[in-house]
């Protein structure tokens, strides 16, 4: 079984930075690619950032030049640093990793999230 668990949400004031992480654990081989996304209350789950086992980045325009991801393989860890953060930044954000369970098996897993609240 394979469990991700974000932290590093809160409560930041407009133009703020933030630092979200997330870290795998259970029994797993190894892990792909890992995702951040995030969901405002009554909109659909977005993807805001992609990296890929070998670093390779990836995201939207939307947040582009203010979403940093990255990864630390050796912890199994992926980061969110969000920085000038908006009012309409705020949402849960979710993990999202493939996870090679086996040597012939991959599945895909969600984080329960992490709320970010961007508020004077």
């Known amino acids: 079984q394979v469990q991700l668990v974000e932290s590093g949400g809160g409560l930041v004031q407009p133009g703020g930075s933030l630092r979200l992480s997330c870290v795998a654990s259970g029994s797993f081989f190894t892990i792909n690619d890992m995702y951040w996304y995030r969901q405002a209350p009554g909109k659909q789950r977005d993807l805001v950032a992609g990296?890929?086992?070998?670093?390779?980045?990836n995201y939207p325009d939307s947040v582009k030049g203010r979403f940093t991801i990255s990864r630390d393989n050796a912890k199994n860890t992926v980061y969110l640093q969000i920085d000038s953060l908006k009012p309409e930044d705020t949402a849960v954000y979710y993990c999202n990793a493939d996870v090679w369970t086996t040597r012939w098996y991959k599945g895909n897993y969600w984080g329960q999230g992490t709320q970010v609240t961007v508020s004077s």
């Open positions: 990296i890929t086992v070998d670093n390779n980045k």
